[in-house]
């Protein structure tokens, strides 16, 4: 993403949206425009920089939501990594984990 109000969204919501490349789409009451298309199940939907979504939501400094995939059994440091910064933390559901 180059520009604060880039939005990558994958090849399913392209579709279903009729949205091209450089297309501006409306979400959250903010124009975005579409940097690039993605392969479906690489992420979310719709992703953007971080910092533009705390500005339209007015939530510096917060995440609500953290999403960790792994697919090799090597990547289980960074889940452990987690759980040391944020020891205990277990509200709403625990940080799972599942490799492959």
């Not at 910064?85 to 709403?92: A, K, M, Q, S």
Request: glycine share 8%.
């Amino acid at each position: 993403m180059e520009g604060p109000d880039d939005l990558l969204v994958d090849d399913w919501a392209a579709k279903a949206k009729h949205l091209k490349v450089g297309d501006t789409y409306n979400l959250l009451n903010h124009d975005w425009q579409r940097g690039r298309i993605i392969e479906h199940g690489k992420g979310g939907v719709c992703s953007c920089r971080f910092s533009t979504l705390q500005d339209l939501v007015g939530a510096h400094d917060k995440a609500s939501i953290f999403l960790l995939k792994c697919t090799r059994p090597e990547h289980r440091r960074c889940y452990e990594e987690i759980r040391a910064v944020l020891p205990g933390y277990n509200r709403c559901a625990p940080l799972k984990i599942s490799c492959r």
